[in-house]
T-cell receptor
Framework: DGGITQSPKYLFRKEGQNVTLSCEQN?????MYWYRQDPGQGLRLIYY???????QKGDIAEGYSVSREKKESFPLTVTSAQKNPTAFYLC?????????????FGSGTRLTVV | RKEVEQDPGPFNVPEGATVAFNCTYS??????FFWYRQDCRKEPKLLMS???SGNEDGRFTAQLNRASQYISLLIRDSKLSDSATYLC???????????FGTGTSLTVIP
């Protein structure tokens, strides 16, 4: 099945730890995105990549890092510099559709600091 | 001013009711418009694109007013399964960045 796979579904991080969230796609799309969702705030863009070996900061990149070594993969690392990392993290690919350019999301990773 | 603004609700309506959600966007350069549906603790999923001429998909009708920078979603004959959060999304081709509203919560009551 074509799609986007995020793992793990749930992740617990201790204070001061770095953690990496996985996002893999087999849709052959160039553009991939990472969003964070907090209650009552909607989705906020962390990083995006429009092509392999290139990525851009979004609105809230501080405390996060990414890499894009392969078209299929766009992992997100939440570093210890991110002071409030507890959130729902969503990876998306962009694809052109009849209505324009839309997103397909992965099923998300819930990160909790313990 | 936020890029996309929505009434957060919640909207609690009886089965069979008609309900309308509104959304405004601040940047006139916005090019593409969408409604996404998000179930509790799940990822958003595309409900429908919004075209300038208006478009319908079964019980759902979306409208766009570019002059007023306003988007709407009308749900007729509400079903229990329509209970979800509805996100208004706009896209500017420049930078290809999407902007999300905070969502409008709908609960359909038996």
């Amino acid at each position: 099945d074509g799609g986007i796979t995020q793992s793990p579904k749930y992740l617990f991080r201790k204070e001061g730890q770095n953690v990496t969230l996985s996002c893999e796609q087999n849709l052959n799309h160039d553009a991939m995105y990472w969003y964070r969702q907090d209650p009552g705030q909607g989705l906020r863009l962390i990083y995006y990549s429009q092509i392999v070996n290139d990525f851009q900061k979004g609105d809230i990149a501080e405390g996060y890092s990414v890499s894009r070594e392969k078209k299929e993969s766009f992992p997100l690392t939440v570093t210890s510099a991110q002071k409030n990392p507890t959130a729902f993290y969503l990876c998306a690919v962009g694809q052109r559709s009849k209505g324009g350019y839309g997103y397909t999301f992965g099923s998300g990773t819930r990160l909790t600091v313990v | 001013r936020k890029e996309v603004e929505q009434d957060p609700g919640p909207f609690n309506v009886p089965e069979g009711a008609t309900v309308a959600f509104n959304c405004t966007y601040s940047n006139s350069a916005s090019q593409s418009f969408f409604w996404y549906r998000q179930d509790c603790r799940k990822e958003p999923k595309l409900l429908m694109s919004v075209y300038s001429s208006g478009n319908e998909d079964g019980r759902f009708t979306a409208q766009l007013n570019r002059a007023s920078q306003y988007i709407s979603l009308l749900i007729r004959d509400s079903k229990l399964s329509d209970s979800a959060t509805y996100l208004c999304v706009v896209n500017r081709f420049t930078g290809n960045q999407f902007y999300f509203g905070t969502g409008t919560s709908l609960t359909v009551i038996p």
